[in-house]
Structure formats: structure tokens, C-alpha cells
């Protein structure tokens, strides 16, 4: 079945440095969907990526898809303590399901 | 409030016992997903309902199972307990068919198998 590989699986930064975490899948998605969990928290949608080579931006954050939408990355520019949690990512395969596949996620944690 | 709401938040039972967790989907969501955290498998998909109907199965264990009712919630029944099976159980519930909508999820249950 449909596999989600992201790395790396924790990042630890001091507070102004930048932060990227990569996501790749076994097969071809229709779309990718990025999620933040804080520490406690549920996850929490953050942005979807549909056509290849698509980039998006939120403020900080730069979203990537890859041109054979088979991976992605996002990038904080100047993490700030408020971006501690764990980033997913989870890919879609097609179909009329919409099922989504998370990958393990990157802890991401921000040292003031 | 993300508008998907699970109970109990907080479920501790006994192994070899049944427990139920239920979940309201968004209001407008026909489609209710059922997902499983655990520390060292990230979120695992069980199954998914879209308007009363099992639409995706995931790896989902046979002693698991659940349905959606005609006002859209859904239970999801947990029998003959292990202590693996102590995990965070989410909930998540989306609008199928429309682009850029992802999946809202609860704030789901943390079931400790003791």
C-alpha cells in the first residue's frame, strides 16, 4: 500500500534559525495536506497542495510540492517558539475515498 | 473547538474489556475518519464512513470495529483489550468532494489498557 517517508523525525533549533522537513511517497498523489500537532494538541490543517511543482506561502511558512507529486517539504523561515509541535504530512492517493496517508511527522522543538 | 467533538477525552480500562468511543463529525461533514497515535506509529488509518457507509478500510484489527449513524456520528467499539491497544484514538471528520478543506480533527480519546 501507499507509503509516506519524512524526515528527519525530531529538529531541534535555536529560536531565528530556519527549519525544513521533507515528505515523500512510495506512490504518485493527487495532493498532498501538511498538519501541525502542538505538544498535547490535535492536528490542525495547515494547507494543501495540488498541482506539481506547486509552492504556497503562510507568513513563514513555504510549501512545496514535487514536480512528479511524489514529494514535498516545508520550510519555517525564523522559527519562533510558537512553531514547537510535531509537522505531518499526508498524502492522498486519488479515488473517491479522500483517504488521507500521515506520515510519521518531524517534532520540531525551538530553543528561546 | 474545532467543531468535531469526541468522548470520553480520557477512557483507562481493564485488558479483555469493550469500550466505545464515540465522535461528532462537523456540522455539514459527511465523511468521518477514524485514526489511531501511538508514539512509535504516528497516525494510523482504521477506517472511514461517508454518509453511513464504510467508504476505506485501513489496518484496522478484526476485534476493532464501527458504524456511522443516520445523524452522522460514529462509534468506534474496541473488544478483548490488550495493552497495545493503549493509544490516542482520533477522529477526524471532512466535507468529501471539496478541494482545500483537509480534515478537522477532534481532540480525541486517550485509552490507557491497564
Known amino acids: 500500500g501507499q507509503q509516506v517517508m519524512q524526515i528527519p523525525q525530531y529538529q531541534h533549533v535555536q529560536e531565528g534559525e530556519d527549519f525544513t522537513t521533507y515528505c515523500n511517497s512510495s506512490t504518485t498523489l493527487s495532493n498532498i495536506q501538511w498538519y501541525k500537532q502542538r505538544p498535547g494538541g490535535h492536528p490542525v490543517f495547515l494547507i494543501q497542495?495540488?498541482?506539481?511543482?506547486e509552492v504556497k506561502k503562510q507568513k513563514r511558512l513555504t510549501f512545496q510540492f514535487g514536480e512528479a507529486k511524489k514529494n514535498s517539504s516545508l520550510h519555517i523561515t525564523a522559527t519562533q517558539t510558537t512553531d514547537v509541535g510535531t509537522y505531518f504530512c499526508a498524502g492522498q492517493g486519488g479515488g473517491s475515498n479522500y483517504k488521507l496517508t500521515f506520515g510519521k511527522g518531524t517534532l520540531l522543538t525551538v530553543n528561546p | 473547538d474545532s467543531g468535531v467533538t469526541q468522548t470520553p477525552k480520557h477512557l483507562i480500562t481493564a485488558t479483555g474489556q469493550r469500550v466505545t468511543l464515540r465522535c461528532s463529525p462537523r456540522?455539514?461533514?459527511?465523511?468521518v475518519y477514524w485514526y489511531q497515535q501511538s508514539l512509535d506509529q504516528g497516525l494510523q488509518f482504521l477506517i472511514q464512513y461517508y454518509n453511513g457507509e464504510e467508504r476505506a478500510k485501513g489496518n484496522i484489527l478484526e476485534r476493532f470495529s464501527a458504524q456511522q449513524f443516520p445523524d452522522l456520528h460514529s462509534e468506534l467499539n474496541l473488544s478483548s483489550l490488550e495493552l497495545g491497544d493503549s493509544a490516542l484514538y482520533f477522529c477526524?471528520?471532512?466535507?468529501?468532494?471539496?478541494?482545500?478543506?483537509?480534515?478537522?480533527f477532534g481532540s480525541g480519546t486517550r485509552l490507557t489498557v491497564v
Open positions: 497542495l495540488v498541482k506539481s511543482g
Open positions: 477526524a471528520s471532512s466535507a468529501l468532494g471539496k478541494a482545500n478543506y483537509g480534515y478537522t
Open positions: 456540522s455539514g461533514d459527511l465523511s
